[in-house]
Nanobody, 111 residues
Framework: QSQLGESGGGLVQPGGSLRLSCAAS????????MAWFRQAPGKRREYNAS???????NYKVSVKGRFTISRDNANNTVYLRMNSLTPEDTAVYYC?????WGQGTQVTVSS
C-alpha cells in the first residue's frame, strides 16, 4: 500500500492554475523532507520543489515564482500550487519523501 497519494491533476488551459495535493502517512510526513517531481513524456523525472519539516522551501529555478509548495501539518498533506501554467508544464507529477514515491497525477496544459 502506497504511503503517498497524489491528487488534483487534470486538464487546464495555458495561463491557468492547479493545486496538487499529496496525502502522506503520519510517519513519513513527520520524518522527511517532502518534494514534488514531474516527468514529461520522453523526459527524465525532474525535481520541482521541496519543503522541510520546519517549512523551509526550495524550488527549481524555472518554477520559482510560479509554483508554491506548502504543508498542512494537521492533515499530513503537502500541496503544490501552480500558476501561469504553460504546455511545457504538462507532465505526471509525483510526490516524494526519502525513498517513497506516490503513484503520480497527470497535469495537462492545453487549449
Amino acid at each position: 500500500q502506497s504511503q503517498l497519494g497524489e491528487s488534483g491533476g487534470g486538464l487546464v488551459q495555458p495561463g491557468g492554475s492547479l493545486r496538487l495535493s499529496c496525502a502522506a502517512s503520519r510517519d513519513i510526513f513527520k520524518s522527511y523532507v517532502m518534494a514534488w517531481f514531474r516527468q514529461a513524456p520522453g523526459k527524465r523525472r525532474e525535481y520541482n520543489a521541496s519543503i522541510n519539516l520546519g517549512g523551509s522551501t526550495n524550488y527549481k529555478v524555472s518554477v520559482k515564482g510560479r509554483f508554491t509548495i506548502s504543508r498542512d501539518n494537521a492533515n499530513n498533506t503537502v500541496y503544490l500550487r501552480m500558476n501561469s501554467l504553460t504546455p511545457e508544464d504538462t507532465a505526471v507529477y509525483y510526490c516524494k519523501a526519502a525513498a517513497h514515491w506516490g503513484q503520480g497525477t497527470q497535469v495537462t496544459v492545453s487549449s
